[in-house]
Nanobody, 118 residues
């Protein structure tokens, strides 16, 4: 499985960015795709995730500002980020979890930098 993330950049506080992550390869029909982020000196944390059935989960810090969605026909997950704050600055990583009958398999994409600064 390969994951390719796009869409990071520099944005002013209050601005918006949209991240995309396309998956290719051995993708199971039951899976979860998500976005994580890691700021300097901090642990990687979950931002949002979405299952192949469409159930979503968000970190409290981004609820109401970020929206995760996916296009199963393109094996692509999106993260629409609105009302960005300086504390959203981090490297954002996408993750795919293939859910097998016995175990799960995790795959990570390369990170994309998001910087929120005036």
């Amino acid at each position: 499985v390969q994951l390719q993330a796009y869409g990071g950049g520099l944005v002013q506080p209050g601005g918006s960015l949209r991240l995309s992550c396309a998956a290719s390869g051995g993708i199971f029909s039951i899976n979860t795709m998500g976005w994580y982020r890691q700021a300097p000196g901090k642990q990687r944390e979950l931002v949002a995730s979405i299952t192949s059935g469409g159930s979503t989960n968000y970190a409290d810090s981004v609820k109401g500002r970020f929206t995760i969605s996916r296009d199963n026909t393109k094996n692509t997950v999106y993260l629409q980020m609105n009302s960005l704050k300086p504390e959203d600055t981090a490297v954002y990583y996408c993750k795919l979890t293939n859910r097998g009958m016995i175990r799960e398999y995790d795959y990570w994409g390369q990170g994309t930098q998001v910087t929120v600064s005036s």
